[in-house]
């Protein structure tokens, strides 16, 4: 018998539209593709899209609003880490997924940030949930999110000293 | 405190020092301006485990919220880098050890995904039925606390009293009542015993009367309602901004749900509702699972008479372990058992989100792979964690006590929030 893969979305678009229209509203706003990498990478029916730092914000904002696409929940925020990974996408991913409620689809963002102290904006002004899911993402990466109103630690204690989650921060003997 | 409590005129007949008390009463309301900081937590009975809120107080009403997190944390994400995808699924059975089955099935399904493996019919099936029945064991547990805080003592036993006739089922299934480790890449750890399907039907049929004997009890009880009526409201707007799925999210009128938006397990093939609320209220939150516990029902009882026999482990020799027989008989399939045991089951270098509706909202499982038989990357994203973000807007501007009615109405679980 045969079904339909798990997790896909019933009445929402598609994700190869959906990664058409975000790398619509990126140009857009006028941001520029990260050089020499694919700018949207699929893999098992599902999408991640690009985008550079210096407009993730302007970006999630239009794809909160925008009318047809309406990601209404940000589901998660969280970090990679690739310690040898070269520029220009650097050190970290900080990757973003949204829902949208009223339409029913899901997709997938990522900010390469090849400087964890000058960080990525923060998204707290465009929903509240990335609240503690930045200061999680901070606590355990050490990626700064610039404007965040409440950046302290929030699942380690607050004098711990170290970004567990790192690579090089070892699983045991710390 | 004593707002209706009118000072007696002069002369009425009291005595005097009961005049004395009462106007110390009103001197005492008057200053109490000096705000005062309370730890609840971690270690008070009603915060469900080690959560910890630092309470600012102006008398009995909050003025701010700030819960602290990470007394449970032990590293969940850490462990699952250095940790094969089988070695892992015990400490699945840790996040959200309420609903500890439906933990093992979000990981298998991950990274089932990741390989793009396909699970027999069956093995689905006894997945889906194993998440259903884990969410109305979770939800028992959030009637009896959440009633306990409240003050109904015997709802807790009542809740208790059928839970245990599921972790007796859980025993059945797979040997554990808690630590249940029920599934494995490819498929689940054994089939069901001789005689649970039928078992289980009597239960499953017998469990919505016992829910009606704790909805006598609550549901129209005036102490109930007025201790849950329009508490810690929050409208489906700032539910939606703040991330709560769920429950909770379902409550305020927003019908997300996860098995019905985004399908898995093959949950569009059978019939049931996904209830909201309106106000989005303590009361309202309390309605929305107990009918999701009927509606888990209403899902098991149609799994049950579909279920087909069939095999529970999908036939790929280099993801599930090789009988004993096969192994002492057939080459290949040692080097499979070693390699599996040793490596892991290899799943190529890619990354997958995966969802699944828990009985806390959306767990989704973010899992980044570089072609090995571990994870490089594995975030869980746990419902309990974001959904602690509705604490301070639910909490503050109501009273002590309302407090702790809401932290039940959250039905967090520190497992959860802290992995």
Redesign the interface.
Known sequence: MATAPDGQSVRGLDQETLARRTVAILEEVGGQPVPDVPLVETFRDQVAVRIPASHSFAVLERLRDDEGLRFDLLVDVTCVHWPHRPAPLGAFDVVYHLVSIQEGHRVRLKVACPDPDEGVDSAVPLWESANLMEREARDMFGVTFRGHPDPRRILMSDDFDGWPLRKDFPYRGH | MSTNTQLPEAGEGLSPELIEAQRVETVIERVSDDRMVVNMGPQHPSTHGVLRMVVTLDGERVVKVDPV??YL?R?M???A??KTYNQYIPWTDRWDYLANLQNNVAFA?TVE??M?LEVP?RARRLRLLACELARISAHLVFLGTHAIDIGALSVFFWGYREREKLLSFFEMICGARITTSYTRIGGVMRDLPPGMEDALKIFLREFPKSLDEVETMLTRNKIWMERTKEVGAISSE?A??????GPILRATG?E?DVR???????Y?EFDFDVPVGSVGDVYDRYLVRVEEMRQSCRICLQLLDKLEPGPIEADDGKVVLPSKERVLSRMEDLIHQFMIVTEGPVAPA??????IEGSKG?L?L?L?SEGLGRA??M?I?GPS??N??CLAPMGEGGLVADLVAIVASLDPVLGEV??
């Open positions: 997190l990470g944390h590293g994400e850490k462990l880098e250095v399904m995904k990741m793009d019919v700032q939606v901004s703040l991330g709560i799925t927003v997300y019905k938006a985004f399908p898995y397990l093959d569009d890619g990354e997958v989100y995966q969802a959306e989704g973010y980044v490089y990357r975030r994203r964690f974001v602690m973000g802290d992995r």
